[in-house]
């Protein structure tokens, strides 16, 4: 049985809270938002919860930020004995070092505010990179950082994806989800090599040698946002021989622009995660999530 005695969500995500409340088998509660026309929030909470779950992807973060620290504030209020944070993209990770003078390391600022508001925090593939757990992150509360990869190998295997696909990442940060989503299916994982220039002016390799000809490819990365990389990963692709593209994300962040880009380049709308609420999601974290909530109490 779940620890947690309701989930309360947000109208962007609601649809996201209300599938993780029915998998915990617990009731559902969306915030009330306003926004005054001097750009500050205003959040209600009706509802006392006990022990709450407070569902949000923090993806454009910043107003988001303030009102989960606001709706923390309410519930804390209310009696809330424990408050779980679920933000299955989590903001700010990707600075976790000072790489010019004068720039602050953004993860740990954001890790010890939520750290101060939530009791523990459940993540999906929260581009960690040089910082190995969401212990350091999240320092003194417990933490589950899941992976997307089972939702992606489960879509593949349903769509009956033969066993002479290649399971591609365009860099090095990509290998653990290539590896966990390659693995259960038995198929051929490679890994490219990025070199990025600018936001928008990426490159990536791929080996000589990658066993690419004539196979099917599917690329896989965490966060997709300008589509940079995917791109310059699939002409790698189709120039060593690739039979066809299709390309998986966990954390769709890009716009329709990007989405046309994507159709012309003969790719397809991506599929993603459920966790950032976007027109491509396909693939469902509801149970995985509950199922790590469940197995941590």
């Known amino acids: 049985m779940a620890r947690y005695t309701g989930v309360y969500g947000f109208p962007e995500s609601e649809d996201g809270a209300r599938r993780l409340a029915d998998a915990l088998k ?9 926004r ?101 992150v999240f320092v003194g509360r417990p933490s589950l950082c899941l992976s ?10 349903a769509d009956g994806t033969g066993p002479d696909a ?31 220039r600018g936001d928008r002016d990426v490159t990536v390799t791929l080996p000589p040698d990658a066993p690419l000809a004539g196979r099917p490819v599917v690329i896989v990365d965490d966060v997709i946002s300008s589509g940079e990389t995917i791109f310059s990963c699939a002409r790698a692709a189709r120039a060593a021989g690739a039979a066809s593209v299709r390309v998986f994300g966990v954390h769709a962040l890009f716009d329709a622009a990007v989405s046309a880009r994507f159709e012309a380049e003969g790719l397809g709308v991506p599929l993603s995660c459920d966790g950032v609420p976007h027109p491509s999601n ?14 941590a109490c």
């Open 26 to 34: 617990v009731p559902c509660h969306i915030a009330e938002l306003h």
């Open 36 to 136: 005054f026309p001097d750009g500050e929030s205003l959040v209600r909470l009706p509802e006392p919860v006990e022990r709450a779950v407070v569902y949000r992807s923090l993806d454009r973060p910043n107003d988001k930020l303030v009102e989960l620290t606001l709706a923390a504030s309410v519930l804390r209020r209310q009696g809330a004995a424990e408050l779980c944070l679920v933000a299955p993209y989590m903001a700010y990770m990707r600075q976790d070092a000072v790489f010019r003078p004068g720039e602050p390391v953004s993860q740990t600022v954001v890790g010890d505010w939520l750290g101060r508001l939530f009791d523990r925090f459940v993540c999906v593939e929260p581009h960690l990179h040089r910082t190995h757990t969401l212990d350091e």
């Open 148 to 157: 997307g990869a089972g939702a992606i190998a489960e879509r593949l295997r």
């Open 166 to 196: 290649v399971i591609v990442g365009p860099d090095e940060e990509a290998a653990p989800l290539v590896e966990a989503v390659a693995g259960p299916l038995g198929l051929t994982p490679l890994v490219g090599r990025k070199e990025r």
């Open 282 to 295: 396909a693939l469902p974290l509801a149970r995985l999530i509950a199922d790590a909530l469940v197995a």
